[in-house]
């Protein structure tokens, strides 16, 4: 839901104040809108507004890496696509020790969720470039709850569908990243996320399901 009385104050309490800002300042864009849910929820697909709006995001996310560009940040899309597991978590695991100390990701965010969001935010950004390949839909329901990340493909015969689900460790409630990793992937069974995809005619040997899972600047993927 936006808001367009949006106040700076509850950009840190309010998951949609963000977006609400971006678009009262002109940087998104409405391009669909639709009710979900028995209370008619209003859900928005917006956009970002122009050439330079984008080329703007483009140098600013740019900014973010220069000090690493020894990193190939292609290198995580390349073992996704390939299904090679090991180079995704150590594509990961490198680019966290060397990057995310520039990130505010503090334990003290107003959001409980705060540090899940990022590492969300961050991974949409690596793949962003597969969106001449994929639609690429994030927080959307599907099945009996709302997946992190899908990638449906436009060539159903080239490339496969992907789920992800993102958890950061909770220490008094799971021994280690690889309990937090089994949590993540059954989450993506026992709520059925793979409905959409199916219901398009994708087979279930066609799907990849992906938890990637993080305790600080530790990464595990599976």
């Known amino acids: 839901m936006l ?26 864009k409405v391009v669909a809108a639709e009710t979900v849910g028995a ?16 080329i703007l995001f483009e140098n600013m996310v740019n900014s973010w890496f220069r000090d690493n560009t020894r990193i190939p940040y292609n290198d995580f899309i390349k073992a996704m696509l390939l299904d090679d597991v090991d180079s995704m978590n150590e594509f990961m695991n490198d680019i966290a020790l060397a990057s995310f100390s520039n990130f505010d990701v503090s334990k003290s965010a107003s959001s409980k969720d705060a540090p899940e969001r990022f590492y969300l935010g961050f991974v949409l950004g690596l793949i962003v470039d597969l969106a001449d390949r994929f639609t690429i839909k994030s927080n959307r329901e599907s099945g009996f709850g709302r997946y992190d990340i899908m990638l449906k493909p436009h060539n159903q015969e080239k490339d496969c569908a992907y789920i992800i689900e993102f958890k950061v460790h909770k220490p008094r409630k799971e021994k280690d990243l690889e309990q937090t990793l089994a949590n993540a992937r059954l989450q993506i069974e026992e709520k059925q996320y793979e409905a959409e995809l199916t219901a398009e005619g994708i087979a279930p040997e066609r799907i990849r399901k992906y938890g990637i899972v993080f305790r600080g600047k530790e990464c595990l993927i599976g």
């Open 39 to 54: 209370r008619k929820k209003e859900v928005f697909t917006l956009t970002l507004t122009n050439l330079e709006v984008s």
């Open 3 to 28: 808001d367009e009385q949006i106040v700076f104050n509850q950009l840190g309490s309010s998951e949609t104040a963000l977006w609400s800002l971006l678009l009262a300042t002109g940087y998104l």
